[in-house]
């Protein structure tokens, strides 16, 4: 049982727009900045977004996060093939005194 | 650019101990925190803790603090993670990740190593 809980799994057609949600309460989310993490299949995790909606260099603007309260959000507009991968999110838990992850939302491309 | 190259593939037997090193290539580690992440098969993301090999400063996920020991080589560009009393569920790939900011535990990991699948098996 994660912590931060994702939907499991999400879909789109290339070129749609496909949102995952991440939900969390006022000790995680509520408190702390959220980080969005891309895992391909085999490979190690790629940080996507960190401090709720900065992307690192080299991570295109099709990827976008946001928060609201004790939720987050991360969007891929244009979907495109190479997305296709799980995607999870994190954020520092202030009563756990521990990091949460989500369990992860694995984005399929029709 | 700094890679996080880590040692290779363990099999254990159960109540032993496996020892994960993680080498900084192309650069040293400096002051950021190299942070330990495992993830069982087919399952989530799971921070274990990690080291500042500077200064030696470590901190511990709640669920492993007993179990797990950080050390650093600064002379070898080395962070090494070892996990005893090994069960079964610890069976995972383990990952080494420096974090985006110097000095910081924040949890953007912008370095990854390569991943080492460690085994417990009787």
């Known amino acids: 049982q994660s912590v931060l809980t994702q939907p499991p799994s999400a879909s789109g057609t290339p070129g749609q727009r496909v949102t995952i949600s991440c939900s969390g309460s006022?000790?995680?989310?509520?408190?702390?900045?959220v980080i969005w993490y891309q895992q391909r299949p085999g490979t190690a995790p790629k940080l996507l977004i960190y401090?709720?909606?900065q992307r690192p260099s080299g991570v295109p603007d099709r990827f976008s996060g946001s928060r609201s309260g004790t939720s987050a959000s991360l969007a891929i507009s244009g979907l495109q093939s190479e997305d296709e991968a799980d995607y999870y999110c994190?954020?520092?838990?202030?009563?756990?005194?521990?990091?949460?992850f989500g369990g992860g939302t694995k984005v399929t491309v029709l | 650019q700094v890679q996080l190259v880590q040692s290779g593939a363990e099999v254990k037997k159960p109540g032993s101990s496996v020892k994960v090193s993680c080498r900084a290539s192309?650069?040293?580690?400096?002051?950021?925190?190299v942070n330990w992440v495992r993830q069982a098969p087919g399952k989530g993301l799971e921070w274990m803790g990690g080291i500042i090999p500077m200064s030696g400063t470590a901190n511990f996920a709640q669920k492993f603090k007993d179990r797990v020991i950080f050390t650093a080589d600064e002379s070898t560009t080395t962070a090494n993670m070892e996990l005893s009393s090994l069960r079964s569920e610890d069976t995972a790939v383990y990952y080494c990740?420096?974090?985006?900011?110097?000095?910081?535990?924040?949890?953007?990991?912008?370095?990854w190593g390569q991943g080492t699948m460690v085994t417990v098996s009787s």
């Open positions: 401090s709720n909606n």
């Open positions: 006022i000790s995680n989310i509520g408190s702390n900045t």
């Open positions: 994190a954020a520092w838990d202030d009563s756990l005194h521990d990091a949460a």
């Open positions: 192309g650069g040293t580690f400096n002051s950021y925190v």
């Open positions: 990740a420096r974090c985006l900011y110097s000095s910081s535990w924040y949890l953007a990991f912008d370095v």
